[in-house]
Structure formats: C-alpha cells, structure tokens
C-alpha cells in the first residue's frame, strides 16, 4: 500500500486479513493523508463522532424496544 511520505502501517499477522485494497466509486482517486498530520487527525475525529453518534442511536433504539409492549398473536 502507498501512504503519503512513504509512511509505513505495520499490523500484526493474525489481523492481515482485515486489511484489502480501497476501491473508491466512480473511478475517484482518494485522497492519501499523511499519517499523523493534521488532516489525518481531523478524519479520525470526524469518524469517530459519527460512530459515537450511531453508537448512541443503537442504545437507544434497543432501549425503547425494551420497553414497548409487542403485539402477541394466538399460535396457528
């Protein structure tokens, strides 16, 4: 894989087959960060709100679900 200023990623052998190639849509070339900078940085903020914001979504729903009261049908 290619980063910007040929970083290197280094992972352990037993998670390599987490690891695929990025195809993007469209035939659009993705824009490659550098690791560690600022921009990088700034994608991983953004990304982990919105897993907080679908992580706190999900709690609620199943809460909700929780408490409502489901419609029992008579067995056939």
Do not use: C
Not at 4 to 25: E, G, R
């Amino acid at each position: 894989m290619n980063y910007a200023d040929n970083d290197t990623v280094y992972i352990p052998t037993y998670q390599l087959s987490l690891v695929s190639k990025y195809i993007s849509q469209n035939g659009i070339t993705p824009v490659i960060h550098k690791l560690g900078g600022n921009r990088w940085i700034q994608t991983k903020k953004r990304a982990k709100k919105q897993i907080e914001m679908i992580a706190k979504d999900l709690v609620k729903l199943y809460a909700e679900r929780i408490i409502r009261k489901g419609i029992a049908f008579d067995t056939d």
